[in-house]
């Protein structure tokens, strides 16, 4: 079975009865040229289709925007818990999206329960 090589970004989602929307952002915000972030305050996930890189516009893979919006999660999901410094922690972060997008993206199978 091939890995998955695409996946689905949800319009919303709950974190403790709270919904999360998430925004896929077009125009590029030139004062934070990021691949996405996430504004708990609000319950809402943004992630980049372009971004500015050495002064260049550049268009964001899908795999690389599935992996950002597995990074703002976590950052939504350790703020719901009231873990505000391990969400600061970036390294934790983007190593817990990098094994969480690692494990979705090589599932193979299906078993029925």
Do not use: W
């Amino acid at each position: 079975m091939k890995e998955k090589t695409s996946f689905v970004i949800p319009e919303t989602f709950e974190v403790f009865g709270r919904t999360v929307n998430v925004i896929i952002c077009e125009e590029i915000n030139e004062k934070e040229s990021c691949y996405g972030y996430c504004d708990y305050t609000i319950s809402t996930i943004y992630i980049n289709k372009k971004v500015i890189i050495d002064n260049q516009i550049r268009e964001v893979c899908k795999d690389l925007m599935y992996q950002t919006y597995l990074h703002e999660k976590v950052h939504m999901m350790l703020d719901a818990i009231n873990e505000h410094k391990l969400s600061q922690n970036e390294k934790f972060v983007d190593n817990l999206a990098g094994i969480m997008h690692q494990v979705e993206k090589t599932s193979k199978g299906s078993l029925k329960y």
